[in-house]
């Protein structure tokens, strides 16, 4: 079986306040970052099990991960397994990068987010220099706040020509055709974030080929439809992997609405969907 599995633990905490997110600088107790690890350790010993499936796995964490040591190692030891096709996270870039050294860079990428205000400019491009000198696939993106387009235009600038830059429509901001054309001079795949797609009823690969994963193992089809499925750990999930229509009305966040099958950006991700890398032009 080819399976794509979102995975999302109890984790929150994260070093910045962006006041763009929801969950910006909560502090887990010592108590709920043990539980996190146990989590995490428990997801990953069950995919390392899976060898008879091809994995594909993007952690997703509210809070940011790769500042814990459990989520390096994790990523480090699946990027070596053999069924793992792809290994990614979504990161805020803030942790060290000489952990990747021990990876398998043929498995493992990064899903990069630049947060103008929350660190330095050359210290955030400083650790996209050293993926690229490492080898490592990643791309880098921003939210499309309207006071964060000199610093896009910057980043887009200093980048390699071959690091996709990603920009992210703000939540609840409406943006006028001049605003619209000035990110998607930076970013051409910019008109699928800018509005919400139309869902209902159309088919979409979560719940067949991708589910989502929480803490304890609950399947949902993805982070956005609570209906479960089963469980991860006793296998109750299985059964009910099939295709079927979306039941929201509308999709508006890429990790949910670049699996619609009416969107053609399995096409345009060739090869590197998880971590938002367009396939070759």
């Known amino acids: 079986m080819d399976l794509t599995l979102l995975y999302r633990g109890p984790l929150a905490s994260c070093d910045y306040d962006c006041p763009y997110c929801p969950f910006a600088k909560r502090r887990d107790s010592r108590e ?3 539980a996190d690890r146990a989590a995490l350790e428990r997801f990953a010993g069950w995919a390392a099990g899976r060898a008879e499936d091809r994995l594909s ?5 509210w809070g940011e991960g790769l500042v814990r040591s459990w989520y390096r190692r994790t990523l480090t030891e699946l990027s070596h397994l053999p069924h793992i096709r792809r290994v990614a996270i979504q990161t805020n870039l803030s942790c060290r990068t000489d952990w990747l050294a021990d990876a398998d860079r043929d498995t493992l990428a990064l899903w990069c987010t630049y947060h103008p205000g929350q660190t330095p400019y050359d210290r955030f491009l400083g650790k996209c220099r050293e993926l ?3 080898g490592v696939r990643h791309s880098v993106g921003v939210v499309g706040v309207p006071d964060h387009l000199d610093e896009a235009r910057r980043l887009r600038a200093d980048l390699p020509a071959h690091v996709y830059l990603w920009v992210n429509a703000a939540e609840g901001h409406t943006y006028d055709e001049a605003e619209a054309a000035a990110w998607t001079e930076l970013d051409p795949l910019f008109p699928y974030s800018r509005h919400p797609h139309a869902s209902a009823g159309l088919p ?3 719940g067949e080929s991708v ?4 803490g304890d ?3 949902r089809r993805c982070h956005f439809v609570r209906t479960e499925l089963g469980n991860l750990y006793d ?3 299985r059964q009910a992997l099939r295709p079927r229509p979306c039941p929201l009305a509308v999709c508006d966040c890429h990790i949910g609405y670049v699996h619609l099958e009416t969107l053609p950006l399995y096409d345009v991700f060739a090869g590197g969907v998880l971590e938002r890398v367009p396939g070759p032009a």
């Open 57 to 61: 796995v993007l952690f997703t964490p």
């Open 235 to 237: 296998g109750s999930y």
């Open 132 to 134: 690229a000198a490492l």
């Open 32 to 34: 709920q970052l043990r």
């Open 204 to 206: 979409c690969r979560t």
């Open 211 to 214: 589910i989502s994963v929480d």
């Open 217 to 219: 193992g609950t399947v």
